[in-house]
């Protein structure tokens, strides 16, 4: 069934749809969900897509509450949520560099809010002109996340207290593990060995975290099985080669300085690479949604019906004037200069609208867990860092500068990604395009608020900070370290960086020798070059999670995937926002005081109730993702 024909339908359903209640809903999800992620994206170095958990949560908090609630409610509550913590991942990826560069010693609210709300409403501003490029006239672009939401919200119109069941004992499960090892000392964050063999070290680990593994389900096998094989160049083969452990009196300790130092940059290396391999992949249809844009724009045909009509486009140019305004004052008083700030401000804007074809474009074709967005903005630090260095600029000015272009380019990457999975989803079950534009600005607008007071708590609160072991935040340290190279302040290991580059180039003719042989195994460069990045004890979970999606979905064709593991995916998106919600809950108690309640349990009695609750876990997981028919 086509999009015309949907609205054709659906053209005489009453326009229920911005009411009070999907206002607050929608904008409370929006901040909780923003909050949430803000965790899982310094702690995993990826998010994942709101857009089907809040779907659910809407739908079953409506039919709770209210007896006649109704689809287009739940879409526009769904839509306003995930809004909120798409902006999560363009904040975490790029604002915390500031810190690990020693320009903040904390976090600015104001700076990071108003980066994260323009970055944000571009994203969205941007991607509307577009809309009928790249989802009403693009056959080419099958949308699975946005297609699988729909599927969702139709579901929900029948039975859905199952469904309530599985995200409250998943997230049961991400919370009573989060209290276990954080705040009791039950059992052990991570369990991992290193022993060294000659000069080698020789490591293996994995972490004890549910949400881990949920993610791993989420994004099934093919992602979860590269983000391993990454960890495994990384740290089963390239530190071991690397030798050098009479260095280090400890072997653990040995492998993790390896890695940080050395190692990690194979994986920075096959990202820069797999950041302009994104771009020449999309460029045809990017060359076609720009000349389709320009076509719209001068055409002057303005759509009324509700089912096809867009924010006016006074409002767009006006917000959008207004945003780049308030981003060149951002950028001034980063920078204090105004030849780097016009620059600055110039490149960031040029790029973000780029970027927000590439990133529609990539969204269609994948869904929008599996968007490179940190890719994009990889490619976008190497372009900013390699103009401000032509222009002879350096020192801590040409960094600010370069992680400011960083971090509206990866809000609007992947916040207009997220709008675009949104609007096909809105277009599938009859939603009025220009409702859910306002519910979008409204979600960026209340999450663009907390995201500053999130960073803070975690960075304060929790041992390490960001940048520590369990908030690795790779992506930010990645940016960090690419700014320093470029304006001279730092040297970077490029000997390991050509290593992934020749490493990423290798693997990019495997993926097109698969492609070629019409295999449904994929080698996508940037989740590899992510693995190679994050310690390798996120690699095994979410190996484990990706494991069991395929367990379940095997022998059943491709298209009935989702349907059957519809389930796991609802246990799996309460796990995450258990855990999440309770790390961030615990670092509230952490900044009233509250260090721990630790029980004084000797390590290897940990040890032991780490290897029980290990095996347990993955047994919830077994039984809780169990797909109904089997």
């Known amino acids: 069934m086509t999009d015309a024909t949907i609205s054709t339908q659906t053209a005489a359903i009453p326009r229920k749809e911005l009411t009070l209640r999907v206002w607050v809903l929608g904008l409370l999800l929006a901040v909780v969900m923003g909050a949430a992620n803000v965790y899982v994206g310094l702690r995993a170095g990826m ?39 798409s902006l999560a991942a363009g904040i975490i990826f790029t604002m915390p560099a500031m810190i690990l560069i020693g320009f903040w010693d904390s976090f600015d609210f104001w700076s990071v809010t108003i980066i994260a709300l323009t970055g944000g409403l571009l994203g969205i501003l941007f991607m509307i002109p577009m809309r009928k490029v790249f989802i009403l006239n693009n056959d080419e672009l099958a949308f699975p996340e946005g297609v699988a939401c729909a599927a969702v919200l139709k579901s929900g119109e029948g039975e859905s207290k199952g ?43 994995g972490d004890l975290s549910p949400m881990l593994i949920a993610i791993g389900f989420i994004v099934r096998l093919n992602v979860a099985a590269l983000i391993f094989i990454g960890g495994t160049i990384s740290w089963l083969i390239a530190i071991p080669l690397l030798g050098g452990a009479e260095q280090y009196p400890l072997a653990l300790d040995g492998a993790y300085e390896i890695w940080s130092t050395q190692i990690r940059y194979i994986g920075v290396g096959a990202m820069v690479l797999g950041g302009f391999a994104s771009l020449i992949s999309v460029r045809h249809g990017l060359i076609a949604a720009i ?12 759509l009324e019906h509700d089912l096809q009509r867009d924010i006016p486009t006074w409002a767009i140019i006006s917000l959008g004037i207004g945003c780049i305004i308030v981003l060149a004052f951002v950028n001034y008083r980063f920078t204090g200069g105004l030849g780097i700030t016009a620059l600055s401000t110039i490149v960031m804007v040029v790029m973000g609208f780029f970027f927000t074809g590439v990133a529609s474009y990539i969204v269609g074709l994948v869904g929008n867990s599996n968007s ?39 809000c609007v990457a992947a916040t207009s990604g997220d709008v675009c999975n949104d609007l096909k989803t809105g277009s599938l079950v009859g939603a009025a395009p220009f409702r859910q534009q306002i519910m979008q600005i409204a979600g960026v607008f209340v999450a663009a608020f907390v995201m500053s007071p999130v960073m803070t708590l975690l960075h304060n609160n929790i041992e390490g900070g960001i940048g520590g072991r369990e908030l690795s935040a790779p992506q930010a340290s990645l940016f960090a370290s690419l700014a320093r190279g470029f304006s001279g302040e730092g040297s970077l290991p490029w000997n390991m960086i050509a290593i992934g580059v020749l490493v990423g180039a290798l693997i990019l003719l495997v993926d097109w020798y698969l492609k070629k042989q019409g295999s449904k195994f994929r080698a996508h460069l940037m989740p590899i070059a992510v693995g190679m990045y994050l310690p390798f004890g996120l690699a095994t979970p979410i190996l484990i999670g990706g494991l069991l999606a395929h367990f379940y979905s095997k022998g059943t064709p491709e298209a009935e995937h989702d349907r059957v593991l519809h389930s796991g995916v609802l246990f799996s998106s309460g796990v995450i926002a258990g855990e999440a919600l309770m790390s961030v809950g615990l670092a509230c108690l952490t900044a009233l005081g509250v260090q721990s309640l630790d029980l004084g349990l000797s390590p290897g009695l940990v040890t032991i109730l780490s290897l029980f609750a290990a095996v347990g876990v993955v047994l919830c997981f077994v039984k809780y993702t169990r797909p109904e028919t089997l």
Request: overall charge positive; charged content about 10%; hydrophobic content about 55%.
């Open 291 to 302: 000349k389709e844009l320009r076509s719209n724009l001068t055409s002057g045909k303005l």
């Open 372 to 410: 490179p967005v940190s890719g994009m903005t990889i490619t976008a630090v190497l372009v900013a860092g390699g103009m401000l260095w032509l222009f002879n600029y350096s020192g801590m000015e040409a960094m600010v500068a370069t992680l400011g272009i960083a971090a509206i380019v990866c």
């Open 47 to 85: 998010t994942v897509s709101a857009s089907i958990p809040a779907a659910v949560m809407a739908m079953l908090l409506f039919k709770l509450l209210f007896k006649d609630s109704t689809i287009l409610e739940a879409n526009q509550v769904q839509t306003c949520a995930s809004a909120g913590e």
């Open 163 to 205: 469904e309530g069941r599985k995200l409250m004992l998943g997230g049961l499960l991400g919370a009573v593990v989060a209290l276990s090892a954080k705040l009791f000392g039950i059992i052990a964050g991570t369990l991992e060995a290193a022993t060294v063999v000659g000069s080698r070290i020789f490591y293996f680990g």
